[in-house]
């Protein structure tokens, strides 16, 4: 017979805690969970909720008071010529931005995915990493001096003679500008610049986890690259589009830094905000811009379910 | 008649690793040929050279009689079963199973209806609303099959087909395919490590190990006349005999192979070979009983019903000398 006992004996707090929470499994997932379940929903949802009961309100037009009686009032002023042309330009400026950075960000993110391993993946990750790494606006900055008239892409321009050619583009009306930097074509490339590490790295993961057996199956039945990508890589992909997507898209939709430093001062629903809030102190008018992303996004996913970009998930 | 595929000297190296290594290989029409050897031996590159999915770097390939060197695979009339099936999981059993048909531009209406068809060949027929998530192990394997056999190409390839599957099923799905392949008449590839599979699925088959080809031949031929002290161990765990030990079994100075089968034990009294029991193992239709005579181990198999010995037991031993295969090539 072995004297080896069949039980261990306790040994202090670490054990008893151990034993508590596999007695009550729902206590551990109750301890895990409060904080971020008290963060979410008091502090964020609350003052979300906070912000669209404001945009309920409306602003006395004669002494700059908010009257806090509930009314649509706002909401009447939103589709006003001036406020709905910020909310078309935005969601314009969005909206490309987003195809933008999707068609730029699939083949890097295809590479990762598919060919590089070990260092090169490394390198991948760094090299989409390493811009959220330095400041915002020194980024911004920056490429406000790439695209100033006296900047290396002016001066690029000029040197392979296409210089008059960029000029004459940026005569348009439509996107043109003084220079780069101050036309709307700016302020889409910056957004695009900033925003894609947002596009690659869901779109990268989505793609890693398509196996590649099925993309030898589609071109073992018979399918060109091009169908192979239409009818198997593009839907399986499409979840992480859409994630990604939804980054590109609500931070430009946000954004009220770029369109100040890049581009013809033409206003964007973050500036409206920014500004209807601070120096305009018309707070209902604020909020109720603010609810306009959110309903946007809410039709958005609406879509991109309907059309069955979560069915592969 | 020409071969559905042919090998000539046809190798694939990665780097300094020779995967595949100088293979010359025949397949007849309408064959059902099985390609056996250990995982790394080469088995499973040579199917991916035949559907495309890797290019020689030697040698040439021959698809009924046609240099594919420059064919890319959607231009092979060769379709394959891939080992995790690789069905499309955001389509429907139905249209994963039209796939191939639509790709290449076939009616929208004469493709589901083909599909149908394939389903029912399959034996799944009303399943194509499904989607494979919904399907257990068995029935995504029988849709993998109906969506490569609806192109109805002139190979079929099989990679590890049946490895998924659980014993009861696997035995079900042998015969199965078998009979599939004797209707349609398609001539199949398929690779397996499994060498009872391979004996019992196969009209000929192709022992590879370390990137060559081993032995070709019918089962019968792999089995009982194993050429290589390789093929002998590897298909169906033969005695693999040294000169010396041959010798003692009465045999020329050369390696041979004995099948466990074909020794009996018997009283160890007057016969010319004794020796002692060290290991048994119970195999169900019978146990294996290990001896250790000169040197050397055999294995015995004694058929379920009669004696066995304990281990440390003496025992004798009696073949019939004909089962005593000397081996003619090295290795």
């Not at chain 1, 010529?81 to 295809?110: G, H």
């Not at chain 2, 790394?40 to 060197?69: A, M, N, Y």
């Amino acid at each position: 017979m072995t004297s080896r006992p069949a039980i261990l004996p306790e040994r202090g707090l670490a054990d008893r805690l151990t034993a508590t929470f596999w007695r009550h499994p729902r206590l551990l997932l109750a301890v895990l969970l409060a904080p971020p379940l008290l963060w979410l929903g008091v502090v964020y949802l609350g003052s979300l909720s906070a912000l669209l009961l404001q945009s309920f309100f409306s602003i006395d037009e004669f002494s700059g008071v908010v009257k806090q009686e509930l009314t649509l009032k706002t909401y009447a002023e939103l589709v006003r010529a001036q406020n709905l042309d910020i909310i078309l330009r935005t969601l314009l400026m969005a909206a490309l931005v987003t195809v933008a950075s999707a068609i730029i960000a699939f083949p890097i993110a295809y590479y990762a995915a598919r060919f590089a391993r070990g260092r090169w993946k490394a390198v991948f990750y760094l090299g989409v990493m390493l811009p959220l790494w330095s400041s915002y606006l020194v980024k911004v900055y920056a490429w406000k001096l790439i695209l100033a008239r006296e900047g290396i892409v002016t001066w690029f321009a000029d040197h392979i003679g296409a210089g008059p050619l960029m000029a004459r583009a940026l005569e348009e009306q439509w996107f043109g500008g003084s220079s780069l930097s101050t036309s709307p074509v700016g302020t889409f490339i910056v957004f695009v610049y900033i925003w894609m590490p947002y596009m690659i790295l869901p779109m990268q993961a989505a793609l890693e986890r398509v196996p590649g057996s099925m993309l030898e199956a589609s071109a073992d039945l018979g399918a060109t690259r091009a169908q192979t990508f239409r009818t198997v890589i593009f839907p399986l992909a499409l979840p992480g589009i859409v994630a990604g997507s939804i980054f590109t898209f609500s931070l430009t939709l946000g954004d009220y830094i770029i369109p100040q430093i890049i581009g013809n001062s033409a206003r964007f629903i973050g500036l409206a905000v920014y500004q209807f809030q601070g120096t305009a102190g018309n707070l209902p008018l604020a909020a109720a811009f603010a609810v306009v992303p959110i309903v946007i996004m809410l039709i958005y996913l609406a879509i991109a379910k309907r059309m069955g970009a979560f069915d592969a998930l | 008649m020409t071969a559905a595929v042919e090998f000539q000297s046809v190798s694939r190296h990665f780097g300094s690793t020779r995967a595949v290594d100088g293979v010359d290989l025949t397949i007849a029409e309408g064959a059902f040929f099985a390609m056996l050897g250990p995982s790394g031996s080469g088995k499973t590159t040579c199917l991916r050279l035949i559907s495309g999915f890797e290019k020689p770097t030697g040698g040439v390939i021959r698809i009924f009689g046609q240099d594919v060197s420059d064919v890319p695979p959607n231009r092979r009339n060769v379709n394959t079963v891939f080992q995790d099936y690789a069905l499309f999981p955001h389509m429907t059993v139905r249209d994963n199973v039209a796939y191939g048909l639509m790709v290449k531009g076939v009616d929208r209406r004469v493709r589901l209806e083909r599909a149908e068809e394939m389903l029912a060949l399959v034996k799944l027929p009303g399943f194509g609303d499904r989607r494979p998530g919904q399907l257990s192990g068995g029935q995504r394997q029988r849709v993998a099959l109906a969506r490569a056999l609806v192109n109805e190409p002139r190979v079929l390839l099989l990679d590890e087909p049946l490895g998924a599957l659980d014993l009861k099923l696997r035995e079900a799905m042998q015969d199965e395919l078998k009979a599939l392949q004797k209707r349609l008449g398609i001539t199949f590839v398929f690779v397996t490590h499994d060498q009872h599979e391979a004996l019992s699925m196969a009209d000929s088959l192709a022992v590879f190990n370390e990137g060559r080809i081993a032995q070709i031949g019918t089962p019968e031929d792999i089995y009982v006349r194993p050429q290589t002290r390789f093929v002998a161990d590897f298909v169906g765990s033969s005695n693999v005999l040294p000169p010396e030990v041959t010798r003692t079994f009465g045999g020329p100075s050369a390696w041979a192979s004995l099948r466990p089968e074909a020794l009996r034990v018997v009283v160890p009294d007057g016969v010319a070979l004794s020796g002692t029991v060290t290991a048994l193992r119970y195999l169900g239709a019978g146990s294996r009983v290990t001896v250790a005579l000169g040197g050397a181990e055999v294995a015995a198999l004694v058929p379920s019903g009669q004696a066995v010995p304990t281990v440390g037991a003496t025992v004798g031993l009696a073949f019939d000398p004909a089962a005593l295969h000397v081996m003619g090539g090295e290795g």
